[in-house]
C-alpha cells in the first residue's frame, strides 16, 4: 500500500520536473484523444508508484479506447500540453467503468478520513510551478460512494482539489460523457484565477485496497472554448 501523501507527492514532483526539463515557450492549443491507433499513447509518459497498471489501446467496432487494469496496483499516464484556461477552459472525455475497486475492508484513520485514495477512473488537470508548493491539479474522479458533485482538498495536501465528476454503479459498464470548465472549477476550488496548465493525466489505481479496479477512457479533448 503507498500511502496518499507520498502518491501524491511523487506524481507531482515526477511531472514537475519532466514539465521544467522539456517545456518550450510555445503553447499547445486543443488536444483530442480518441485512441483508435495502437500507438496513441507514445507521447504520454508513465508515472509507476506500486506495480504497473495494464494500459492497452483496445477497439471497439470503429471506436477506439485506452483500458486500464489494475491488479493492486498504481501507475498513471501524463500529457504535457501547455494552454491558458481562461481563453480555452473546456475539458471533456468519455468514460465507462467495468471494476471499482473494493474500499468495503479499508480501516479508519485517526484522522476521520478513510484510506480510500484509489478510485476506478480519474483525470487530473494540473498547474505546475517551480515552486512545489504552489503547484495546484483539479482531479475528476469516479468514485463508487462519493455523492456527484462532491468537493475535496486531498487529506494530506491542500494544492490538490478533488471534484466527484460521477458516482455510483447506476452508469457501470457504460459510457458516460463528461465535461468540465477548468477555469470556473479552479477559481470555485482555489478562490483565485489559474495559471497555465502545464499536463493532463490519468490514473486507475487499486493499491491501497488491494484490489482490483479496470476502466476505460476515450474522446479526451482539452484546450478549447465553449461549444
Known amino acids: 500500500m503507498l500511502n496518499i501523501k507520498v502518491k501524491t507527492v511523487i506524481l507531482l514532483t515526477f511531472i514537475i520536473t519532466t514539465l521544467t526539463e522539456s517545456?518550450?515557450?510555445?503553447?499547445?492549443?486543443?488536444?483530442?484523444?480518441?485512441?483508435q491507433e495502437k500507438d496513441s499513447i507514445k507521447?504520454?509518459?508513465?508515472?509507476?508508484?506500486?506495480?504497473?497498471?495494464?494500459?492497452?489501446?483496445?477497439?471497439?467496432?470503429?471506436?477506439g479506447y485506452l483500458l486500464a487494469e489494475s491488479e493492486q496496483s498504481c501507475s498513471g499516464l501524463f500529457y504535457k500540453i501547455k494552454f491558458d484556461p481562461k481563453e480555452f477552459p473546456m475539458i471533456?472525455?468519455?468514460?465507462?467503468?467495468?471494476?471499482?475497486?473494493?474500499?468495503?475492508?479499508?480501516?479508519?484513520?485517526k484522522s476521520g478520513w478513510v484510506e480510500k485514495d484509489d478510485y476506478a477512473a480519474r483525470l487530473y488537470v494540473i498547474f505546475p510551478s517551480i515552486i512545489f508548493t504552489n503547484t495546484k491539479a483539479i482531479e475528476y474522479v469516479w468514485d463508487e460512494d462519493l455523492e456527484e458533485g462532491s468537493c475535496?482538498?486531498?487529506?494530506?495536501?491542500?494544492?490538490?482539489?478533488?471534484?466527484?465528476?460521477?458516482?455510483?454503479?447506476?452508469?457501470?459498464?457504460?459510457?458516460?460523457?463528461?465535461?468540465?470548465?477548468?477555469?470556473?472549477?479552479?477559481?470555485?476550488?482555489?478562490?483565485?484565477?489559474?495559471?497555465?496548465?502545464?499536463?493532463?493525466?490519468?490514473?486507475?489505481?487499486?493499491?491501497?485496497?488491494?484490489?482490483?479496479?479496470?476502466?476505460?477512457?476515450?474522446?479526451?479533448?482539452?484546450?478549447?472554448?465553449?461549444?
Not at 517545456?23 to 485512441?35: D, R, V
Not at 467503468?97 to 475492508?105: A, E, R
Request: proline share 3%.
Open 23 to 35: 517545456y518550450s515557450s510555445a503553447l499547445n492549443i486543443q488536444k483530442i484523444f480518441n485512441f
Open 92 to 109: 471533456s472525455w468519455r468514460w465507462k467503468v467495468l471494476k471499482f475497486p473494493d474500499k468495503s475492508q479499508v480501516a479508519q484513520e
Open 152 to 227: 475535496m482538498s486531498s487529506p494530506y495536501m491542500e494544492n490538490i482539489k478533488i471534484i466527484v465528476a460521477e458516482s455510483g454503479k447506476e452508469n457501470i459498464n457504460q459510457w458516460v460523457y463528461e465535461q468540465r470548465d477548468i477555469y470556473s472549477d479552479y477559481i470555485k476550488l482555489f478562490g483565485r484565477k489559474p495559471p497555465l496548465v502545464g499536463a493532463i493525466a490519468v490514473m486507475t489505481d487499486a493499491d491501497n485496497t488491494s484490489s482490483t479496479a479496470e476502466a476505460m477512457y476515450t474522446d479526451i479533448k482539452v484546450g478549447y472554448k465553449y461549444e
Open 43 to 63: 507521447d504520454w509518459q508513465e508515472k509507476i508508484f506500486k506495480d504497473r497498471v495494464l494500459y492497452t489501446i483496445e477497439a471497439e467496432h470503429t471506436e
